[in-house]
C-alpha cells in the first residue's frame, strides 16, 4: 500500500508509483491507436472495409465469424464488419455533433454565471439545477417526443443533457481563477476589468474544456447508442452501433456475434475517450 | 548504554534522484538530537527512515536504520507494525491535517494503546485521558470533541499525547510547529522537550530553523542534499560552524541579537496615511456578534521607509494591506494616499493609485498567472497601464530581470519552470515595473528558505535604497522585521497594540504581547538547560 | 436548523416547479398542440372537426397560459392529466409502473454499492501488487459499457447459455438478477472509480501517516479511517447517482422486457403522450430532488464538521492554554 509522505519532499513528486506510471501509458497508446481507426471509419469507411453495408446476400444470412466474414453476418446477409465500419460515422457523427452543441452551450452559460455574478449567476443556475435534476435519458426523451425520431434529434437530445455538468465546471473554474492571488495581483497591477477577464480570467479558466469535451464525448456515444438502441436514432437499414445491437436482439439465441460486435466497438471508443479525456491533468467529477 | 537510533551510512533514493547518501549518526537514550535543513535537504527522508514509513517509490539502496537492534530496513511489516507508535513514535508536521477528521479526540488517543493490546475500552479511555493531561489539556473538556473544534495549538498537544501515550523509547518531531504562530510555538517546544525530558525519553527533532535546534538540542546535525554536513554541541555549530554552508545558515538566520539593522525614524512626510479604519466581515451564521477584523487603527507609511506590520494569524494585518491596496473597502475611517483622500477611489482614479501603490503576494506558488512567461508577467502592469510600444516594455522587462538578479534566460519561462526564490523576485519586478513610490509586501519571505530568505530581503533593501519606495511589510516574524523595518506596528486581534521605532519597539517593547511575541523568537545563544516541567 | 431545513426545502420545491414549468414549455408549446402530433399517427383517421373536439376535450384550445395555470394547479393536488392514448390518470398509469422500476433500481443500487466498495477497497488494498492493476481496469471498463449491450449478454450467457434465470419479464426474485446486475454495472463502477480516487488522496492525508506511525496495520487504517472519510465525497454524489440509475432502468427495462416506468415512458415517446411523459420527467425531478435532501440532512451525521454550526469550539473556553 502507498502512503505519501505528508509533504511530499520535493524529489519525489507524489503518485510516482509504477501502477501509475506504465499501466495508464499503454492505455493511452493504445486509446490513441483505437481513436485514429475510429477516425478513419468515420472519414473513409470505404478504406477499412470496401463493401456497401447496405446490399445483403439472403442466401449467406446469419453466418458465423469466418475468414470470408470477419465477423460474421447478421439475418438478411450483410457482412458485420462493414455495417460496423461504417456505422462508426452515423454513430460518431452524432455524438460529435451533440458534444459540440453541448459545449458551446455549457460553457457560455458557466462562463455567463460565473464572469456576470450577481442575479444573472442565479438564474443561469437555477436552470442548471433543473436540467441537473432530470437524468439524461428522460430529458432526452422528452425532447424527442417532440422532435420525433432522427440523427438530429437524438444530438439535439443528447446535447441538452451534457449542458448542465459543463457548465457548472467552467463556472466553479471562473470563480476559482477569478479569486486567485495572481488574479488579485493583476487587479493591483492596473489591469481593467476587461483585460483582467480576457488576459487572466478566461484562458485560465477554460483550461479543463478540452479534458472536459472528451468526457462528454464518451457519454455522449453511450447516450447516441442508447437512444439507438431504443429505436429513435438512424432508422434502418443504415448502420448505427447502438441499432445494430437492437437487432440483433432477434438473433440473440443463435448468433451471438450481431449483438456482441457493435457492443464492443462502443465499449472500446466510450473507454478510449474516457482514458483521453484524463490527459487534462485533473480530474473533472 | 546503547543508542536508541543508530543510522549507519544511509542512502534513500526516489527513482533516479538520492535524498539521503551515506548518512551516519545516532540518538543516545534520553538525548535531543536536531536535524537541519532546508527544503529538499533530505531531513523529513531521514525522519521517516526512523519510523520504517518512506513513502512508496524510495528505496533504501545502502546502509541501515537501527530501532534499538532492529534493522528497519530489513524487518518485514508485521515487526514494523510492533515498533511503531510502542518504540518509536511521531510527532507530525501538520496538527491541522494529523489527525482524523471524523473522530472523536480520546479515541484517537486511545487507539495507539489498543493497537499494542496495552490497554482497551474504559482502560484505554482513562488512559488517553491521563495522556491529555500531560500533554497540558483538560481532558474533560478535549476528549470528546473532534479535531476541528480545537486550536492548532491544542491539535498539536492531542498529538503529543498520543505519541507519548504507550511510553515509547524514541519520538521523531517532523518541524512539530512550523504550521503554528510564533507564540504557541515556544509553548509546545517547551513542553514536548520538558516532557521527554522527564520520561527519559530520546527525541529527533527535524526543523528549518536552526536557531530552534540550536536553543534546544543536545546534538545538532545539518543537512545539505542529502549530505550530513556538520554535526556537534549547538553552541559549536552555531557560533564556530566549520562548514561553509553552516556559516551561511547562521549568517541568514534571523536573530534579536545586534543593533537593529535600519535605524528607526518618525521624519519624513507620510505616504500612506489611514485614519480610524473599521472593517468587519459579514459572518455566515448572523447570531454571533461580528468580532472586526480590524478595529479603530490608525497607521502610517513614509516615503522610503519600512514599516512592519507584525501579528499572529487571524490578528487583521492581511485585511489592512488589501485596504491600504483597495481590494477592500473599510466601515469607516479614511484612506489618504499623498495627501489626497482615496477611500472611495473609482474607476481612473482607483487605477491612477495603483500605478503608485503595488503589491507582493507571499505564496510565489500561485501569485503568478502560469500561462504568461515572466517577459509578460512583468510586462503586464506596463500594459495594463499602457505605457510604451510592446518594444519598450520587453526592452523594460529584460532591464527589470536584471535589477531582480534573474539570468536573462528566465524572461521566456513560465512560472512552473522556476523555484520558489525566483518566482519571488519575478513578483517583485512586476511590482517595481510601474515605478511606484509603496509597495505592500504581503509575507513575501515566510515560503521561502532561510538562506533565500536572506537574500530576498537583502534585494528588497537596496530596491528601497535605490528607488525611495515605501515598504508596509506584513509579516508574523519579529526576527524577519528586525531585518528590513525601520518602524515597526505590533497588531493583535484587529487593534494596534504597539507602535514605534523598530530599536525601542524591539528591544524594549511596552506591550506584554510583543513582549511575549519576542520572547518566542528562538534564541540560540540562549540553550534552555532541559528542567522538570511544572505539572499542569 | 429548521430555518436551514426550511430553506433547502423551498430550494427544492422550486427545482420541481421549474422542471414542470420547462416540460410544459417543451412539450405543449413547441411544435404546436398534442393533439396535431397525434394526428400524424394512430389517430390519423380522425377528421379536423373530430380532432377540434379532442382539442376542447383536453383543453388544448384555451390559451397556454390559462392551460399552464390550470394544469399546474391540478398538479399540485395531484391530479397529473390524463394519458391522451389511454385516457387513464397519468398518477395511475406512472404509479402502477412505479412499484417494479423502485424494485429494479433498489436491488440495482444496493448491488452498485456494495460491488463498487468492495473493488474501490480491494483496489486500494492490493496496490502495487499485479491484482491491483488488473482491479484497476475495471471501473473504467464498467462505466464505458453500455447496460442495454451487457443486458444482452447476460441473457445470451446466464439464460441461453447457462439457463439459470428468466430472460425477460417479471415474474419472481430470480427475474430480477440480471437486469439488476446489468443496471449495477455503470453506477457501481462510478461508485468504485469515485470511491478509488476518494481513498487515494485520504491515504496520502498526513493524518493517516499519523496513525501508521502509531502500528496501525492496513486493515485497520483503511476500514477504520479512510473509508468513512473517503465516502464523505461519494456521498454527496449521491443524486448523480440515483439520477444515472433511473435512467439506467429506462433502457434496461426495455432489454429485459420488464413492466415499469422504462417502459411506459418508452411508450409513450412513441406514441407523443405528453402528458404521461412530462409525469415520469417531472416525478424523476422530485426523485432527485429527494435524493439531494436526504443527503443534505444526513451529511452532518456522517462529517461532525458540518455539525460545528451547534457547537461552540474550545478554543475560547480554555483561553491562553494553548
Not at chain 3, 496501525?216 to 464523505?232: D, F, K
Request: proline content about 6%; charged content about 20%.
Amino acid at each position: 500500500m502507498t502512503v505519501a509522505l505528508a509533504k511530499a519532499p520535493v524529489e519525489a513528486p507524489s503518485g510516482t508509483g509504477p501502477r501509475r506510471r506504465r499501466g495508464p501509458r499503454i492505455g493511452l497508446a493504445l486509446a490513441a491507436v483505437w481513436l485514429l481507426v475510429v477516425a478513419l471509419a468515420v472519414f473513409v469507411p470505404h478504406l477499412l472495409a470496401p463493401g456497401d453495408p447496405l446490399a445483403g446476400v439472403p442466401a449467406l444470412k446469419l453466418q458465423p465469424p469466418s475468414a470470408h466474414h470477419w465477423w460474421g453476418t447478421d439475418e438478411v446477409g450483410r457482412d458485420l464488419y462493414t455495417r460496423v465500419v461504417h456505422g462508426a460515422g452515423l454513430t460518431m457523427s452524432t455524438a460529435v455533433l451533440a458534444v459540440a452543441m453541448g459545449v458551446l452551450l455549457g460553457s457560455a452559460l458557466g462562463l455567463l454565471a460565473g464572469l456576470a455574478g450577481g442575479i444573472v449567476d442565479v438564474v443561469v443556475m437555477r436552470v442548471v439545477d433543473v436540467l441537473f435534476a432530470v437524468p439524461g435519458i428522460l430529458l432526452s426523451l422528452a425532447l424527442i417526443t417532440v422532435l420525433g425520431a432522427g440523427t438530429a434529434a437524438v444530438a439535439f437530445a443528447v446535447s441538452v443533457g451534457s449542458i448542465a455538468g459543463i457548465a457548472r465546471v467552467l463556472r466553479s473554474e471562473v470563480l476559482k481563477v477569478r479569486t486567485s492571488p495572481y488574479v488579485e495581483a493583476a487587479q493591483v497591477s492596473g489591469n481593467r476589468p476587461l483585460r483582467l477577464t480576457l488576459r487572466h480570467v478566461l484562458p485560465n479558466a477554460v483550461t479543463p474544456l478540452l479534458a472536459l469535451a472528451a468526457l462528454e464525448l464518451a457519454a455522449a456515444i453511450l447516450s447516441v447508442s442508447a437512444l439507438g438502441f431504443l429505436g429513435y436514432g438512424a432508422q434502418p437499414p443504415a448502420p448505427e452501433w447502438g441499432a445494430m445491437v437492437a437487432s440483433g436482439r432477434d438473433s440473440l439465441r443463435t448468433a451471438w456475434w450481431l449483438t456482441t460486435v457493435p457492443g464492443l466497438a462502443i465499449v472500446a471508443t466510450v473507454l478510449a475517450a474516457n482514458r483521453v479525456s484524463l490527459l487534462g491533468g485533473r480530474r473533472l467529477r | 548504554m546503547s543508542p536508541v537510533l543508530t543510522v549507519e551510512g544511509l542512502a534513500v533514493r526516489y527513482g533516479a534522484v538520492e535524498a539521503v547518501r551515506g548518512v551516519s549518526f545516532h540518538v543516545d537514550p534520553g538525548e535531543t538530537v536536531a536535524i537541519v535543513g532546508e527544503s529538499g535537504s533530505g531531513k523529513s527522508t531521514l525522519a521517516h527512515a526512523a519510523l520504517g514509513l518512506l513513502p512508496a517509490g524510495a528505496t533504501v539502496t545502502a546502509g541501515r536504520v537501527l530501532l534499538r537492534d532492529t534493522d528497519l530496513a530489513a524487518a518485514d511489516d508485521r515487526e514494523l507494525r510492533h515498533l511503531r507508535g510502542r518504540t518509536v513514535a511521531l510527532v507530525p508536521q501538520d496538527p491541522g491535517a494529523s489527525l482524523d477528521p471524523v473522530m472523536r479526540v480520546g479515541p484517537q488517543v486511545a487507539e495507539v494503546l489498543e493497537i499494542h493490546g496495552l490497554a482497551r475500552g474504559r482502560a484505554a479511555a482513562l488512559r488517553a485521558r491521563e495522556a491529555l493531561a500531560r500533554a497540558g489539556l483538560q481532558p474533560e473538556q478535549v476528549a470528546d470533541r473532534y479535531p476541528h473544534e480545537l486550536s492548532g495549538g491544542m491539535r498539536q498537544r492531542v498529538l503529543i499525547a498520543a505519541a507519548l501515550a504507550a511510553d515509547p523509547a524514541l519520538i521523531v518531531a517532523d518541524e512539530p510547529t512550523s504550521a503554528l504562530d510564533v507564540t504557541v510555538q515556544k509553548q509546545i517546544l517547551d513542553h514536548l522537550t520538558a516532557l521527554t525530558a522527564k520520561s527519559g525519553t530520546s527525541l529527533l527533532f527535524v526543523t528549518h530553523d536552526l536557531a530552534v535546534a540550536a536553543e534546544r538540542a543536545d546534538r545538532v546535525l545539518v543537512m545539505r542534499a542529502g549530505e550530513l554536513v556538520e554535526s556537534g554541541h549547538p553552541a559549536q555549530v552555531f557560533d564556530a560552524p566549520r562548514h561553509p554552508y553552516t556559516r551561511e545558515l547562521a549568517a541568514a538566520a534571523p536573530g534579536l541579537d545586534g543593533p537593529t539593522a535600519r535605524a528607526g525614524s518618525t521624519t519624513g512626510a507620510p505616504l500612506m496615511v489611514l485614519e480610524g479604519i473599521d472593517k468587519t466581515y459579514p459572518s455566515r451564521g448572523g447570531r454571533t456578534v461580528d468580532r472586526p477584523a480590524v478595529d479603530s487603527l490608525d497607521l502610517a507609511v513614509s516615503r522610503g521607509r519600512t514599516l512592519a506590520l507584525v501579528g499572529e494569524s487571524g490578528s487583521g494585518k492581511t485585511t489592512v494591506g488589501r485596504l491600504v491596496l483597495r481590494l477592500l473597502d473599510p466601515d469607516t475611517g479614511r484612506i489618504l494616499f499623498d495627501g489626497a483622500d482615496v477611500t472611495s477611489a473609482r474607476g481612473s482614479r482607483l487605477r491612477a493609485l495603483r500605478r503608485r501603490v503595488q503589491l507582493v503576494q507571499q505564496n510565489p506558488f500561485t501569485a503568478l498567472n502560469p500561462r504568461l512567461t515572466v517577459e509578460a508577467l512583468i510586462a503586464d502592469p506596463l500594459h495594463a497601464h499602457r505605457i510604451g510600444s510592446s518594444a519598450d516594455r520587453r526592452r523594460r522587462a529584460a532591464e527589470l530581470v536584471e535589477v531582480v538578479r534573474l539570468p536573462a534566460d528566465t524572461l521566456h519561462r513560465r512560472a512552473a519552470e522556476l523555484s520558489g526564490g525566483q518566482r519571488q523576485r519575478v513578483a517583485i519586478a512586476r511590482a517595481i515595473a510601474l515605478d511606484p513610490e509603496l509597495i505592500v509586501l504581503d509575507e513575501p519571505v515566510s515560503a521561502l528558505d532561510v538562506s533565500v530568505q536572506a537574500r530576498i530581503l537583502d534585494l528588497l533593501r537596496g530596491l528601497q535604497r535605490e528607488r525611495d519606495i515605501g515598504y508596509l511589510f506584513i509579516t508574523h516574524d519579529l526576527a524577519v522585521a528586525r531585518e528590513i523595518a525601520h518602524d515597526v506596528a505590533v497588531m493583535r486581534a484587529g487593534r494596534l497594540v504597539e507602535r514605534g521605532p523598530a530599536a525601542t519597539v524591539l528591544s524594549e517593547p511596552r506591550d506584554p504581547y510583543t513582549r511575549a511575541l519576542l520572547d518566542a523568537v528562538p534564541d540560540p545563544r540562549r540553550h534552555r538547560p532541559v528542567t522538570t516541567p511544572a505539572h499542569p | 436548523m429548521t430555518r436551514y431545513v426550511l430553506g433547502r426545502l423551498g430550494q427544492a420545491l422550486l427545482v420541481v416547479w421549474a422542471a414542470y414549468t420547462i416540460t410544459f414549455a417543451v412539450l405543449y408549446v413547441l411544435p404546436g398542440d398534442p393533439v396535431s402530433l397525434m394526428a400524424g399517427t394512430n389517430l390519423g383517421f380522425l377528421t379536423t372537426a373530430q380532432l377540434d373536439e379532442l382539442r376542447h376535450e383536453y383543453g388544448f384550445d384555451r390559451p397556454l397560459v390559462v392551460q399552464y395555470l390550470i394544469r399546474l394547479g391540478a398538479a399540485v393536488v395531484g391530479d397529473w392529466g390524463h394519458s391522451i392514448v389511454s385516457s387513464r390518470p397519468v398518477v395511475d398509469v406512472v404509479g402502477e409502473a412505479l412499484v417494479s422500476t423502485v424494485q429494479l433500481t433498489a436491488v440495482g443500487l444496493a448491488v452498485a454499492i456494495v460491488g463498487g466498495t468492495t473493488v474501490a477497497l480491494a483496489t486500494v488494498w492490493t496496490k502495487r501488487r499485479w491484482p491491483a492493476q488488473l482491479l484497476a481496469l475495471l471501473p473504467p471498463l464498467g462505466v464505458a459499457v453500455p447496460a442495454f449491450w451487457f443486458g444482452l449478454l447476460l441473457i445470451q450467457w446466464f439464460a441461453f447459455g447457462i439457463p439459470l434465470f428468466p430472460a425477460f419479464g417479471a415474474q419472481g426474485p430470480a427475474s430480477l438478477v440480471l437486469p439488476a446486475v446489468s443496471l449495477a454495472i455503470p453506477t457501481g463502477a462510478t461508485i468504485a472509480q469515485l470511491l478509488t480516487r476518494s481513498l487515494d488522496a485520504t491515504l496520502a492525508e498526513p493524518y493517516i501517516q499519523t496513525i501508521r506511525a502509531r502500528g496501525a496495520g492496513t486493515g485497520r487504517v483503511l476500514l477504520r479511517h479512510a473509508l468513512r472519510n473517503a465516502a464523505l465525497p461519494t456521498v454527496t454524489m449521491t443524486g448523480l447517482i440515483v439520477g444515472g440509475l433511473l435512467s439506467g432502468a429506462v433502457v434496461v427495462e426495455t432489454v429485459f422486457s420488464r413492466p415499469g416506468l422504462g417502459r411506459v415512458v418508452a411508450q409513450a415517446v412513441e406514441q407523443q403522450d405528453v402528458a404521461v411523459v412530462q409525469g415520469v420527467v417531472v416525478l424523476a425531478s422530485i426523485v432527485f430532488v429527494l435524493a439531494g435532501l436526504a443527503v443534505d440532512l444526513l451529511y452532518p451525521v456522517l462529517d461532525p464538521r458540518i455539525r460545528a454550526a451547534g457547537r461552540r469550539p474550545v478554543r475560547s473556553a480554555l483561553g491562553g492554554a494553548a
